[in-house]
């Protein structure tokens, strides 16, 4: 399944997205280090692991996400931002380590956090989904939860 995910996007991705200066990507193993080998991925792409910093942005990239995945589960489908408090809990920046403080956000209600269905893992990482339809607005999930991401040039 997800071999089929990964194919499926990175074809879809690139084909439809690439105009548009962004890059949506496969999903990807699991380590502690997750956020970290995600950015290196897309800068090896000549791109960055995605920021948003506008309102137009924010709903572009939601609407891609709808239109790429109109026949999924939205519950499965969860694309993470460079957005992260790694360093500082509740002290959100973009890319890591960073000081780009992030100013425009798109938190769902009740989000960020930090708690993940009531474990000891912390939340420490910005993700799009749809989970309980959310519409793609934020929210924070543990960097090592496998989801999709999104890289972005220029
Ligand atoms: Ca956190
Ligand atoms: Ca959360």
Known sequence: MVVKDKQDITASGQNKIATQRVLLKCRTGCDIHEQITRA???HDLGAQLVIIETGVEDVFLQTT???LHAHDDP???GYWTSANDL???GRWVWDYPSDNVVLYTDWHMGEPNNNWYNT???EDCVVMWDHNHY?????DQPC????FYICKRG
């Open 40 to 42: 290196q991925i897309c």
């Open 75 to 77: 519950q499965k489908v």
């Open 135 to 139: 519409g793609y607005q934020w929210n």
């Open 87 to 89: 360093e500082v809990e």
């Open 144 to 147: 090592d939860n496998l989801e």
């Open 120 to 122: 000891s893992r912390s």
């Open 65 to 67: 996400i709808q239109h």
